[in-house]
């Protein structure tokens, strides 16, 4: 290799430098490693949104509780601050919820909607339902509404090429942030 005379410059091998950066970005994400190992089904013995109102907050990934649907956050988000609106009865679809659960998911949207605006400063909301698993719903046996921030500049090459995302926090920072963020009344 050489400078910009013709002297040969050293040059240190970064396989041996750790963290040294370079030209190439590294993403680490250990957390899908559970989700990687436990195939197709992962966490099946039990229904996730029937136990994690159960739990403390921070081990549910619980965000905001209601009086019939709860928030947290996706265990296996597509990105950073991926919500999930859920009612606590164990009901599969929409059509079967009551007025009132209906009423407090839509609110409950709303909150995140404009939480993750203020927290995560996204430019945009994908919202969705999946309602059985023809429809691409993960747990199909139990109700949630998806709430995914979306910046102008989140799109990459992983998701199309690797089937994978880069995500730029972890998820116990984003449930602090959001939840720290989240109106009390």
Not at 10 to 38: K, S
Not at 131 to 160: C, E, K, S
Request: with cysteine; hydrophobic share 40%; charged share 20%.
């Amino acid at each position: 290799m050489t400078g910009s005379s013709d002297t040969p410059r050293p040059v240190e091998d970064a396989a041996h430098l750790a963290g040294v950066p370079d030209e190439f970005q590294r993403l680490w994400t250990p957390h899908r490693m559970a989700y990687i190992q436990a195939g197709p089904e992962p966490l099946r013995d039990e229904c996730p949104f029937c136990a994690a109102p159960g739990k403390s907050d921070a081990d549910g990934l619980v965000v905001a509780r209601g009086r019939t649907a709860y928030v947290l956050l996706n265990l296996f988000p597509y990105n950073s601050g991926h919500l999930l609106v859920c009612p606590y009865r164990h009901i599969p679809t929409y059509d079967l919820a009551t007025a009132e659960e209906v009423a407090e998911i839509g609110a409950l949207t709303q909150t995140a909607m404009r939480v993750l605006r203020e927290v995560s400063r996204c430019d945009g909301f994908n919202l969705g339902m999946n309602q059985g698993a023809v429809a691409g719903a993960g747990v199909d046996g139990h109700l949630h509404q998806h709430v995914v921030p979306r910046w102008a500049t989140d799109a990459n090459f992983f998701p199309i090429i690797a089937k994978t995302k880069a995500l730029p926090q972890l998820l116990g920072e984003v449930r602090e942030a959001v939840a720290g963020a989240w109106p009390t009344d």
